[in-house]
């Protein structure tokens, strides 16, 4: 397996992989990555998320992103749920508060 190049965008001036072999431009790229969290949030609609879907079935640099944002989440769902009930009562108590909700 031959390691990535790591690279700072002329333009951005962030550190990323330089992916030759992509279909698309650093520029599509990085849009589409910074839509993630939106698309994993299941908030992007029509064309925007259609767009996504594209780029991560086309590409494998933006593939690579979304599956490692994909595990993460999954990563820190987990580790809240081996939260003890204290602490999950704690954070309940502080967003009620914050929020204005009424306990349950």
Request: charge should be positive; glycine fraction near 4%.
């Amino acid at each position: 397996m031959r390691p990535l190049m790591v690279m700072t965008s002329r333009k951005t001036k962030r550190v990323g992989v330089y992916r030759p072999d992509s279909p698309y431009s650093e520029q599509e790229c990085e849009e589409i990555i910074q839509k993630l969290e939106l698309f994993l949030d299941g908030q992007l609609q029509g064309k925007a998320r259609e767009e996504v879907e594209q780029l991560i079935s086309q590409c494998e640099y933006c593939a690579e992103q979304y599956n490692f944002e994909k595990r993460l989440r999954a990563m820190l769902s987990r580790s809240w749920k081996a939260f003890s009930a204290e602490a999950q009562e704690i954070v309940a108590r502080v967003r009620r508060r914050i929020w204005g909700d009424s306990p349950q």
